[in-house]
């Protein structure tokens, strides 16, 4: 048994899961995580193909890319993983699809742990804490949100400049880092 796992996202948002070349393999990967590791950490696209796969939640595309730094607060404010967390934290979020807290209603095993009015659920758990899903990116080094901007800018892509991010949101300015103390603690 290992004790934890985590999978990581992948620019492939806007591919219906099934369209995904490595779709059977990533989900043997999901099936195997299930029988043999602890824990498991799904970020980003993985949570929502995760989420897809066990409990049949669908992605929903966002009209614009979600890109920016949110505010978000715990809804299970005693749970273990969100040990030392302040009230208030904040989370990187790069993504152009979401998923719905109305969609997660009716998965009794599925336990909303975090949100933001702004980048909606961003922790879920599941298996009485064995699975967690992270819609967000608390792993991102400082200025991996300004690599992906500058990147699909270069691109021609029509991309909004990341919220919350540059100082006075102008993207000359240097990026204001508020979101790596919660994922040091986050990631411990």
Request: aromatic share 14%; net charge negative; hydrophobic share 35%.
């Amino acid at each position: 048994f290992y004790d934890g796992f985590i999978i990581t996202g992948a620019p492939v948002e806007m591919l219906e899961f099934e369209q995904v070349t490595y779709w059977k393999e990533i989900t043997q990967i999901f099936d195997w995580a299930r029988k043999h590791v602890t824990s498991t950490l799904y970020i980003c696209w993985a949570s929502q193909a995760a989420l897809y796969h066990f409990y049949g939640v669908e992605k929903k595309p966002l009209k614009e890319k979600l890109s920016g730094v949110f505010k978000h607060s715990a809804t299970e404010k005693g749970h273990s993983l969100l040990r030392g967390f302040d009230d208030e934290f904040f989370i990187p979020h790069s993504r152009h699809t979401t998923i719905l807290k109305s969609d997660l209603a009716d998965k009794e095993e599925l336990r909303i742990l975090s949100e933001s009015p702004d980048a909606g659920v961003a922790i879920i758990s599941s298996r009485g804490g064995r699975e967690f899903y992270l819609t967000g990116h608390s792993e991102y080094a400082p200025l991996t949100l300004h690599e992906e901007y500058v990147r699909d800018v270069k691109k021609g892509l029509d991309v909004p400049v990341p919220k919350n991010y540059y100082r006075d949101d102008d993207p000359q300015n240097p990026p204001v880092v508020c979101w790596t103390s919660h994922a040091n603690l986050l990631f411990n």
